[in-house]
C-alpha cells in the first residue's frame, strides 16, 4: 500500500500545488497584460492544466478509497481525519466538476469567438472557485499530513 500512498501524496501535490502556482504567481504576475492577451494565456494554462486535474481526482480517489479498504479494513472505524479528508476531498471535486462544466465551458468558448469582456466574467468565476478549493486543499493537506499524530 505504499505505492497508493505515494500516488495519493504526489495527486495531491500535483492539484493543490498547480492551484497555488496559478493563483499566488501567475494571477498576480499576468495582471498587465491587455485582457486579449491575458484570457487567451489563462485559456491556453486551464487547458493544460485541468487535464492534470482530471487525472490527479482519479489517483486521489481510487487511491484514497484503496487505503481506506486494505489499511483501515473499511469505513467502520475510520479516524476523524481521514473522515475530515474524506469530505472536503469531495467538496473540492464537486467544485472543480462545476467550475469545468459552467465556467470554464463558456469562457473557453468566449475567448474563441473573440468575445473579452463577457470571458471576463467567467474567468472572475474561475477565480473565486480556484480560491476556495485552494484554500480547502491546503487545510486537507495540513488535515492529513498531522492527522495521525493527535
Ligand atoms: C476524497 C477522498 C479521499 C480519501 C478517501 C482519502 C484517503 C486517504 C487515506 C486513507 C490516507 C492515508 C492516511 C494514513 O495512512 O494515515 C490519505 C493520506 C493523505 N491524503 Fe487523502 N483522501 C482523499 C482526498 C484527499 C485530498 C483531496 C487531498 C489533498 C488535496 C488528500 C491529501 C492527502 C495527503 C497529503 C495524505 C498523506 C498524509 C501522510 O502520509 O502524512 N487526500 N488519504
Given at each position: 500500500?505504499?505505492?497508493?500512498?505515494?500516488?495519493?501524496?504526489?495527486?495531491?501535490?500535483?492539484?493543490?500545488?498547480?492551484?497555488?502556482?496559478?493563483?499566488?504567481?501567475?494571477?498576480?504576475?499576468?495582471?498587465?497584460?491587455?485582457?486579449?492577451?491575458r484570457l487567451s494565456l489563462w485559456a491556453r494554462v486551464?487547458?493544460?492544466?485541468?487535464?492534470?486535474?482530471?487525472?490527479?481526482?482519479?489517483?486521489?480517489?481510487?487511491?484514497?478509497?484503496?487505503?481506506?479498504?486494505?489499511?483501515?479494513?473499511?469505513?467502520?472505524?475510520?479516524?476523524?481525519?481521514?473522515?475530515?479528508?474524506?469530505?472536503?476531498?469531495?467538496?473540492?471535486?464537486?467544485m472543480f466538476l462545476h467550475l469545468f462544466f459552467a465556467p470554464w465551458k463558456r469562457f473557453r468558448?468566449?475567448?474563441?469567438?473573440?468575445?473579452?469582456?463577457?470571458?471576463?466574467?467567467?474567468?472572475?468565476?474561475?477565480?473565486?472557485?480556484?480560491?476556495?478549493?485552494?484554500?480547502?486543499?491546503?487545510?486537507?493537506?495540513?488535515?492529513?499530513?498531522?492527522?495521525?499524530?493527535?
Amino acid at each position: 500500500m505504499s505505492a497508493a500512498h505515494a500516488l495519493h501524496v504526489l495527486a495531491a501535490v500535483l492539484w493543490v500545488g498547480g492551484m497555488f502556482f496559478a493563483y499566488m504567481i501567475l494571477r498576480p504576475s499576468a495582471g498587465p497584460l491587455e485582457p486579449p492577451d491575458r484570457l487567451s494565456l489563462w485559456a491556453r494554462v486551464f487547458q493544460r492544466f485541468f487535464g492534470w486535474v482530471w487525472g490527479s481526482i482519479l489517483v486521489l480517489l481510487v487511491s484514497g478509497y484503496g487505503m481506506i479498504h486494505l489499511e483501515f479494513g473499511g469505513f467502520a472505524h475510520l479516524p476523524i481525519y481521514i473522515n475530515v479528508m474524506q469530505g472536503l476531498g469531495w467538496i473540492m471535486v464537486l467544485m472543480f466538476l462545476h467550475l469545468f462544466f459552467a465556467p470554464w465551458k463558456r469562457f473557453r468558448r468566449l475567448v474563441a469567438a473573440g468575445d473579452f469582456p463577457a470571458a471576463k466574467d467567467q474567468l472572475e468565476q474561475i477565480r473565486m472557485i480556484v480560491k476556495i478549493n485552494l484554500g480547502i486543499g491546503l487545510v486537507v493537506v495540513l488535515v492529513a499530513g498531522s492527522g495521525r499524530y493527535w
